[in-house]
């Protein structure tokens, strides 16, 4: 079946500092990726997503690219914002399953000023 | 756009008592699902329906949960009888799926407390 797997968290960074939240795959079609970003009191959002390989998705600074022969999609921030304290959930939703998206764990983001 | 409204956002009730989430989904969204969160598991669908009907409610834990979409504008999510182990975020998210990459829209959550 179809599943991701997600670096686990806390990451804690300083404000400017660099970001990669890694996301790997496996799906029984060729999938869609998303990122969704939480914040605290909130429901899940879309940050990005990219739809075939070598695409590019990104948003407010993120960044993630579709690698098909490594199966991953990684994201991506060249400077991280306290205010990008969240949790990152890195998702699939496959032609070739039940187009119900399967979601990673998600990855917690302290950014200190 | 409203986007997808959950109540109430917090509930606390006793053990043995009847819960009752309400959704309203993006209006012209076609799919809504339940999800439930906790740090134990993380984010678990519960059940999703199309077009009003439940299409898979394999991830409902038992017989004490149960959904219903009476219409394409709203959905409850029952827990009778609650126990203290039904503490969690519960989600609703509706999408168009009018193709497999459509994003789920998610409400900002119930947060149940069972004592």
């Known amino acids: 079946g179809d599943s991701v797997t997600q670096m686990e968290g806390p990451v804690t960074l300083s404000e400017e500092a660099f970001l990669t939240i890694n996301c790997t795959y496996t799906a029984t079609g060729y999938p869609s990726l998303f990122w969704y970003v939480q914040y605290p009191g909130e429901g899940l959002q879309l940050l990005l997503k990219?739809?075939?390989?070598?695409d590019k998705g990104s948003n407010k600074g993120f960044e993630a690219t579709y690698r098909k022969e490594t199966t991953s999609f990684h994201l991506e921030k060249g400077s991280v914002q306290v205010s990008d304290s969240a949790v990152y959930f890195c998702?699939?939703?496959?032609?070739?399953?039940?187009?119900?998206?399967?979601f990673g764990r998600g990855t917690s983001l302290i950014v200190h000023p | 756009d409203a986007g997808v409204i959950q109540s109430p956002r917090h509930e606390v009730t006793e053990m043995g008592q009847e819960v009752t989430l309400r959704c309203k989904p993006i209006?012209?969204?076609?799919?809504l699902f339940w999800y439930r969160q906790t740090m134990m598991r993380g984010l678990e669908l519960l059940i999703y329906f199309n077009n009003n009907v439940p299409i898979d409610d394999s991830g409902m834990p038992e017989d004490r949960f149960s959904a219903k979409m009476p219409n394409a504008s709203f959905s409850t999510l029952k827990i009778q009888p609650s126990e203290p182990r039904d503490s969690a975020v519960y989600f609703c998210?509706?999408?168009?799926?009018?193709?497999?990459?459509?994003?789920?829209?998610f409400g900002n959550g119930t947060r149940l407390t069972v004592t």
């Open positions: 998702a699939l939703s496959d032609a070739g399953g039940s187009y119900i998206p399967t």
């Open positions: 998210a509706s999408s168009l799926r009018s193709s497999y990459n459509s994003p789920l829209h």
């Open positions: 990219a739809t075939k390989a070598d």
């Open positions: 209006s012209g969204h076609d799919y």
